[in-house]
């Protein structure tokens, strides 16, 4: 796209009766489109996005309450809207759903000896947690009759995997040392070779990435070696690109720019689909290599950057005296919004977890108020739990629960299940806590069924427990004391499950238990039996249960596997975007989650932005929008460090930078004395005495700036690590830049790198005016507001914030490896003209002398230097520089602070 010559192309869509359509012409030029994204300068939150634009409502098109509106009762609250600009090249888009571009089976993809595979894309996320711990890029595979070959995957780490099978059904995996280098959303290329024969009686496979396909390669991590020749079989599957019908790992929303299949490594390509060379709507197209490609599911060939999704929350009809002037100055907002609007304390997280991933035919959690005297059901048809003696919200300390209740010496309860089909085998579970071993035999549940055991019972006993089961004459069918139940059955939380499952003519009748914390033990007794269903809940527990609490009573029609795993401790330890990801999953939301794994404390019961934002603080990332489709994106902490520059603008080059560009220096950020609190355990805290940000009197420091933050932390272990990596964020010295505004019909030749741009990304700002500070200025970019005119005016002003305390110490790197001085100083003044230097160390080892550290750079006031060479064993030393390296040379006085100009920080 170039300016002023050429019109911008914005493309607006609306959903209209569910289906997207173009309204573009109907956009009116005087108000132009405005978008809000993100966070204004350093705010803590996100706020959901906005956005502005107005309609042409002559034909009452965008009147949804008027009748006569041809789209009366097609739009209306919350309908969806998108704008979108070209983009710099074509791309096939698959949505995380089911697709790809597929190609047949054909005697050149035949390959059965070494192979080269190599595919250029932009992923939503390369790391996440994602479903079965892998997604999919390329393969000819097929696990249907074992017709396996090849295939291409990334594991949730964001190593790449090559797999590949010599006879169709058994698979040899290898993966990557590494994880690529991409952040989420990055474009990237990636490659695996394989030598089938590496000449050493074995077989080798390397890992590649560059920034597309072009090159150039850089070998990723170590080569991978196995012991014996191979080959690959030739499988009749087809080669697909994208999600592999056969094997159904996770869908991850993905662009491709191009794929290739080569018959040897650096080989001829047999498949080539290049789809930055094909027209958007493509199908069906054949590639320079011959092969046939067909797209299937969502896949689509696109040329669209997407600039904003929302939902029109609001359509007030506007008109001028004359009625002639009709429109609709529109409103609509990010997903947040309707998120936050109204939205109630989400259940526990077994109240959530059991009914959606164990089907019961019966459930009553017991998580009732103080005054109840029965325990309601969530299961349509079931009726309450009939309870007597019940201490309801007497017991808050199961982490998976609200508050359950506690028996006491006349505690009984009954409940009927429903009928249901037989299926050979159930399961009755609950979550119960005994604080101690009664002194006799005391009925911890008893239930009836429709089988050769119509009554079961559990009892608690002072040396462990009994397992018994009744026929309708009274007759013991079973009988299984288990001696070993001991601290593991009493005074800890458990999960209980007893089960019947049919094998022939016998069941299978078991008992386990578990621990919250995961250990635990059981029994099975086998019978010549039937295992009928489960009818009813009858238990008399007996005045010794006095104290027990028990909740989340179910009974299943078959076997379970996990169902109260990890919900009974609320998912204790969950990584932060696995538990963001888990939660939009269950509510239906849409999202991206770059993979966090800060260890989350327990899910409590609240709403989901607010159980989300206690991720997102915990792992300090940040949770916005996803302006490509109406959903979330989690961009972690870690994708911050040592991030690569997305977009520079040079000071002196027209429309770069547009006025005002404004550095503020304040205490706004500053925080030199910083509390963590781990919600519910313990805290740390970390305070700066000595730097010029310090908690000293001033001139000394700054004084105190002091705060506390409670974050849901997984072990009492996190706090003085979060509280050190604050204490760093809020004493990082140097000038706010909050906004930064580019003017894109002066500066066409951004408009590829301003599409890319995203919340999170780096900016540098390259050769500033002489009364700043020397560049480079080095920003975050917090959010922006995008003003997109007609028909050829678009400005992004972007709120930033300063990237240099993100950039973290590297093992072995050049720049980011060295640790900073803990007092140096000049031993003598020097002029402007001097490259030999006397430094004496007034605190803390003396400097390196090895050759092997060197270069690096130093500070001296405000001057950087280059030190290409330090001698001496004992303070002062003498060290040998380049001058100016800044552009700032200038005579420096005897005791001049002496610092690394990029020390090394340990990141959290």
């Excluded at 599911?297 to 009809?317: L, M």
């Excluded at 578990?514 to 039937?530: H, I, K, Q, R």
């Excluded at 010794?544 to 795993?565: C, T």
Aim: net charge negative; hydrophobic share 40%; proline share 6%.
């Amino acid at each position: 796209m170039a300016f002023p010559q050429t019109p911008i192309e914005l493309l607006a869509e609306m959903q209209i009766g569910g289906v997207w359509t173009d309204i573009t012409a109907d956009l009116y030029a005087r108000a132009p489109l405005t978008i809000e994204r993100g966070r204004p300068d350093e705010a803590a939150r996100v706020d959901p996005a906005r956005v502005s634009f107005q309609l042409n409502n002559r034909g009452n098109a965008y009147s949804p309450r008027t009748p006569s509106s041809p789209n009366y009762g097609l739009i209306g609250r919350n309908t969806p809207v998108r704008f979108s600009l070209p983009a710099t090249e074509a791309y096939m888009n698959l949505p995380a759903a089911a697709a790809a571009a597929s190609t047949p089976d054909v005697a050149a993809l035949d390959i059965t000896g070494d192979i080269d595979v190599r595919a250029d894309l932009r992923p939503d996320v390369w790391a996440s947690n994602v479903t079965n711990s892998y997604w999919e890029v390329m393969a000819k595979y097929a696990t249907a009759s074992n017709q396996r070959s090849w295939g291409l995957l990334v594991r949730d780490t964001g190593v790449i995997q090559f797999r590949w099978s010599a006879d169709g059904t058994n698979v040899l995996l290898t993966e990557s040392t590494v994880a690529v280098p991409f952040r989420g959303r990055q474009r990237g290329a990636i490659r695996a070779t394989l030598d089938v024969n590496n000449g050493s009686g074995g077989w080798t496979v390397t890992f590649y990435t560059a920034a597309t396909m072009a090159g150039t390669w850089t070998q990723l991590g170590a080569t991978v070696t196995g012991v014996g020749v191979t080959s690959i079989f030739n499988s009749t599957a087809p080669l697909q690109v994208g999600d592999i019908s056969s094997i159904g790992f996770a869908h991850v929303g993905r662009r491709f720019y191009a794929a290739e299949v080569r018959n040897g490594i650096g080989g001829s390509p047999v498949a080539n689909p290049t789809f930055t060379a094909l027209s958007p709507g493509t199908t069906a197209w054949s590639d320079s290599a011959g092969r046939s490609w067909t797209l299937t599911g969502q896949a689509a060939i696109s040329q669209r950057e997407y600039r904003a999704y929302a939902e029109v929350s609001a359509w007030p009809p506007r008109w001028d005296v004359s009625g002639r002037d009709v429109y609709v100055p529109a409103e609509a907002a990010g997903i947040m919004r309707r998120l936050g609007q109204g939205a109630k304390p989400l259940a526990s997280t077994l109240r959530r977890r059991i009914p959606r991933a164990g089907a019961p035919v019966a459930y009553w959690p017991m998580e009732e108020g103080r005054l109840a005297t029965q325990a309601y059901s969530p299961v349509t048809g079931v009726a309450p739990l009939t309870t007597v003696g019940f201490d309801y919200a007497a017991d808050s300390s199961l982490l998976g629960s609200d508050p359950l209740p506690r028996l006491t010496a006349v505690a009984s309860m009954s409940g009927v299940v429903p009928t249901y089909t037989s299926t050979g085998s159930w399961t009755v579970a609950c979550v119960f806590y005994w604080p101690t071993a009664p002194a006799s035999d005391t009925v911890l549940i008893e239930f009836r069924t429709t089988g050769s055991a119509t009554r079961i019972r559990l009892t608690g006993q002072s040396g462990g427990i009994l397992f018994e089961g009744f026929t309708a004459g009274g007759a013991t069918l079973f009988s299984a004391g288990i001696v070993t139940a001991g601290t593991d059955f009493y005074a800890t939380w458990n999960r209980l499950e007893i089960s019947a499952n049919t094998s022939g003519g016998n069941v299978d009748f078991s008992v386990t238990w578990d621990n919250v914390s995961g250990s635990g033990w059981g029994d099975t007794t086998t019978v010549a039996a039937t295992a009928g269903n489960v009818t009813s809940i009858s238990t008399v527990f007996g005045a010794l249960a006095e104290g027990v609490s028990i909740g989340h009573l179910a009974v299943f029609p078959g076997s379970i596997d996990g169902v109260y795993d990890g919900a009974d401790d609320g998912y204790l330890g969950e990584g932060a975007s696995a538990r963001i990801t888990r939660l939009c999953s269950e509510e239906g939301v849409s999202v991206a989650a770059e993979r966090a794994d800060t260890a989350l404390g327990p899910q409590t019961s609240d709403t989901l932005l607010a159980l989300l934002g206690k991720a997102e603080a915990a792992d300090l990332g940040v949770l916005s929008e996803d302006r490509e489709g109406l959903g979330l994106h989690y961009r972690a902490r870690t994708s911050y460090y040592n991030q690569p520059v997305a977009l520079t603008l040079d000071y002196a080059t027209a429309g770069h930078v547009a006025p005002p560009l404004e550095p503020v220096d304040d205490d706004q950020r500053l925080r030199n004395d910083r509390t963590v609190v781990r919600d519910g355990g313990s805290s740390a805290r970390a305070v700066d005495t000595t730097s010029p940000l310090s908690t000293q009197a001033p001139p000394a420091g700054v004084g105190v700036y002091d705060d506390s933050r409670t974050l849901s932390l997984g072990s009492d272990s996190q706090p003085a690590d979060i509280a050190g990596w604050l204490l760093h964020l809020g004493t990082w010295d140097e000038a706010r830049y909050p906004t930064v505004h580019v003017d894109l019909a002066a500066a066409p030749s951004l408009i590829p790198a301003i599409l890319a741009l995203d919340i999170g990304d780096r900016i540098q700002i390259i050769n500033p005016p002489a009364w700043l500070p020397p560049g480079p200025i080095d920003l975050i970019v917090e959010g922006y507001t995008e003003t997109i005119g007609h028909p050829n005016s678009w400005d992004v002003v972007l709120n930033c914030s300063p990237a240099g305390p993100w950039t973290v110490a590297v093992t072995d790197d050049s720049v980011n490896a060295h640790a900073d001085t803990t007092g140096s100083q000049l031993a003598s003044g020097v002029n402007t003209s001097a490259t030999s230097l006397s430094v004496a160390t007034t605190s803390g080892p003396i400097w390196t002398t090895a050759a092997s550290e060197m270069p690096f750079d130093i500070r001296v006031g405000g001057e950087v230097m280059t030190v290409t060479a330090i001698s001496g064993a004992s303070s002062p030393q003498t060290f040998t520089v380049t001058r100016s390296v800044n552009g700032i040379v200038k005579s420096h006085l005897s005791s001049a602070d002496v610092r690394l100009a990029h020390p090394a920080f340990v990141s959290y």
